[in-house]
Each structure stands twice: as structure tokens, then as C-alpha cells.
């Protein structure tokens, strides 16, 4: 027979597994809940209309690509692609050089100067730009950037600027000075100091925020909308947004041609997420 304790231990192994595996169910089902929407999405994207709305949630009978051929074309998606990538790749290596510069500045010369510029900045994080929506209008008119790729750019870059300064700095922080009195020391100067030794030690907060920068440059609606007017020069999201009408929206178009913005992000986020992991693990190590 088992003894009293023994009997306890057993006990309590009992209820440990028994609340893991409700709290495991409890999980899955959570899990499929989110993942229904996504599985509506992709499952009437292969169907045909009748099929839809004869079952919503059934499985297709037959696969059928014709709304992806037919989304493809509505949308002109090589041009469109070519401009949303352009804007992607543009901003996001173009914020990822001044946030880095700035923050370097910000976390390595300390005074009441600095300090007075970053909260400066970070005020941009707590002040959407939108509110200056007219002002940044009449802004880029004078400039003569509406209607061009160019001020689609711009405006990214500086509105993704003071999120990106904010956490470059708190990781420059704990990167050893003393790694940068060391190549003072050798010769080195300030400029060849940090793209030398500091920044290729910025590689798990960089490869982070370009993902992030990515996705939200990538699903920006609103800065397209507001500087882009001609059809050539449109992006993915405001293709979409042309199948919704009025009175009606184009399901049987709507609904592959956001599978086929999304696709990118995807295969994004597939080749990229060991470096956001190991960016998200070292900063939590080092704060």
C-alpha cells in the first residue's frame, strides 16, 4: 500500500493532469475559433458563388481558381505588386537607416539638448499624424509629391521614425561602451565606430522592426489614399477597396485579392520569424 504522502503526490499528479488537459482543450478550441475566419477566407476563394452560398462553411466540391485569374486581372496585381513593394522596401530600409543614426545619437550623448529632441520625437508616438491630415496635404502639394511614390515614402519614414528611435535606444543601451572606447582607441571615428561595431550588434531589434515595418507599411491604407490618385500608381489595398461599392460589394473578386496581398506578408513573416524570436528573447534578456 502507499503511504499517506505518496497517496497526497499521486493525488495532486492527478489534478495537475487533469486541469492541463481542460486547459489544453480549452486552448484548441479557442484556436479553432480564431482560425474559422481565416478558413471561410481561403475555402470560398475555391468555390464557386453557388457553391458559397448553397453551404458556407462546407467543403468545396470541385477547386476552382477562376476568382484569383479573374482578381489577378481586375487588379493589374504585377503593377500594383511592383508599387507596394517598392514603397515597402524604400521605407522600411530608408526608416531603419535614420532610426538606427538617431537613436545611436540619442543613447550616446547624453544633455538636456538630446533629451528635449527624443521626447520631441516620441511624441509622434502618441500623436497619430492623421490629425494633420490637411496640413501634410497642403505639405506635400507645395512639394509637388502628391500622386507619386515618392510622397507615399516620406510619410512612411516619418511616421514609423519615433516608434523605431524609441526601442533602437533602450537597445543601444545595453550594448558595452566599452566595445566603442576600444575602437576609439584604434583609431576608429564616430561614423565608423557605429556602422563597424554598434550597428551589425543591432541585428535582432533591426530584423524585428523591419517585419513590423513591413506589415504596417504593406497594409497602410489611409497614405496611399490620401497621396496617390491615378490608377498606375495605386497599391494592393486600394484595389480592394474598389470592390466595395455602395450598394453592393464583389465577394467572388473581394476575397481573392486579399489572399493574394496577404500572400507576401506570409512568406515575409515564414523567412523572418527566427529573427524576430531572437529579438523579442534578447531584448528580454537585456532589459
Given at each position: 500500500m502507499l503511504s499517506n504522502q505518496a497517496a497526497r503526490s499521486l493525488s495532486y499528479f492527478k489534478k495537475g493532469v487533469k486541469g492541463d488537459l481542460i486547459l489544453e482543450a480549452i486552448l484548441i478550441i479557442i484556436a479553432l475559433i480564431s482560425l474559422l475566419p481565416i478558413y471561410y477566407l481561403v475555402n470560398t476563394t475555391v468555390r464557386t458563388p453557388e457553391q458559397v452560398i448553397a453551404s458556407p462553411f462546407g467543403f468545396p466540391e470541385q477547386l476552382d481558381f477562376s476568382g484569383y485569374v479573374k482578381a489577378w486581372n481586375m487588379m493589374n496585381y504585377p503593377n500594383v505588386f511592383k508599387n507596394n513593394l517598392?514603397?515597402?522596401?524604400?521605407?522600411?530600409?530608408?526608416?531603419?537607416?535614420?532610426?538606427?543614426?538617431?537613436?545611436?545619437?540619442?543613447?550616446?550623448?547624453?544633455?538636456?539638448?538630446?533629451?528635449?529632441?527624443?521626447?520631441s520625437i516620441l511624441i509622434g508616438v502618441i500623436m497619430p499624424y492623421q490629425v494633420a491630415t490637411i496640413q501634410l496635404f497642403r505639405v506635400l502639394t507645395n512639394l509637388h509629391l502628391t500622386d507619386t511614390l515618392l510622397g507615399v515614402i516620406l510619410v512612411e519614414i516619418f511616421v514609423s521614425v519615433p516608434f523605431n528611435v524609441f526601442l533602437i535606444k533602450n537597445f543601444i543601451n545595453s550594448v558595452p561602451i566599452q566595445l566603442e572606447e576600444s575602437a576609439y582607441i584604434d583609431g576608429a571615428g564616430i561614423w565608423k565606430t557605429f556602422w563597424r561595431i554598434t550597428f551589425p550588434l543591432l541585428q535582432p531589434v533591426i530584423a524585428t522592426l523591419a517585419v513590423l515595418d513591413s506589415l504596417s507599411v504593406w497594409n497602410d491604407f489611409f497614405t496611399p489614399l490620401l497621396i496617390l490618385q491615378t490608377r498606375a500608381k495605386g497599391v494592393i489595398l486600394l484595389e480592394v477597396n474598389r470592390n466595395v461599392g455602395q450598394f453592393q460589394t464583389d465577394w467572388t473578386s473581394f476575397f481573392p485579392m486579399m489572399i493574394l496581398g496577404v500572400a507576401p506578408l506570409v512568406i515575409l513573416y515564414l523567412f523572418m520569424q527566427r529573427f524576430i524570436v531572437e529579438g523579442v528573447s534578447t531584448g528580454a534578456v537585456k532589459g
Amino acid at each position: 500500500m502507499l503511504s499517506n504522502q505518496a497517496a497526497r503526490s499521486l493525488s495532486y499528479f492527478k489534478k495537475g493532469v487533469k486541469g492541463d488537459l481542460i486547459l489544453e482543450a480549452i486552448l484548441i478550441i479557442i484556436a479553432l475559433i480564431s482560425l474559422l475566419p481565416i478558413y471561410y477566407l481561403v475555402n470560398t476563394t475555391v468555390r464557386t458563388p453557388e457553391q458559397v452560398i448553397a453551404s458556407p462553411f462546407g467543403f468545396p466540391e470541385q477547386l476552382d481558381f477562376s476568382g484569383y485569374v479573374k482578381a489577378w486581372n481586375m487588379m493589374n496585381y504585377p503593377n500594383v505588386f511592383k508599387n507596394n513593394l517598392i514603397i515597402a522596401v524604400v521605407s522600411v530600409s530608408g526608416v531603419i537607416l535614420i532610426s538606427a543614426m538617431a537613436a545611436y545619437a540619442f543613447a550616446r550623448r547624453p544633455g538636456k539638448l538630446f533629451n528635449w529632441i527624443f521626447v520631441s520625437i516620441l511624441i509622434g508616438v502618441i500623436m497619430p499624424y492623421q490629425v494633420a491630415t490637411i496640413q501634410l496635404f497642403r505639405v506635400l502639394t507645395n512639394l509637388h509629391l502628391t500622386d507619386t511614390l515618392l510622397g507615399v515614402i516620406l510619410v512612411e519614414i516619418f511616421v514609423s521614425v519615433p516608434f523605431n528611435v524609441f526601442l533602437i535606444k533602450n537597445f543601444i543601451n545595453s550594448v558595452p561602451i566599452q566595445l566603442e572606447e576600444s575602437a576609439y582607441i584604434d583609431g576608429a571615428g564616430i561614423w565608423k565606430t557605429f556602422w563597424r561595431i554598434t550597428f551589425p550588434l543591432l541585428q535582432p531589434v533591426i530584423a524585428t522592426l523591419a517585419v513590423l515595418d513591413s506589415l504596417s507599411v504593406w497594409n497602410d491604407f489611409f497614405t496611399p489614399l490620401l497621396i496617390l490618385q491615378t490608377r498606375a500608381k495605386g497599391v494592393i489595398l486600394l484595389e480592394v477597396n474598389r470592390n466595395v461599392g455602395q450598394f453592393q460589394t464583389d465577394w467572388t473578386s473581394f476575397f481573392p485579392m486579399m489572399i493574394l496581398g496577404v500572400a507576401p506578408l506570409v512568406i515575409l513573416y515564414l523567412f523572418m520569424q527566427r529573427f524576430i524570436v531572437e529579438g523579442v528573447s534578447t531584448g528580454a534578456v537585456k532589459g
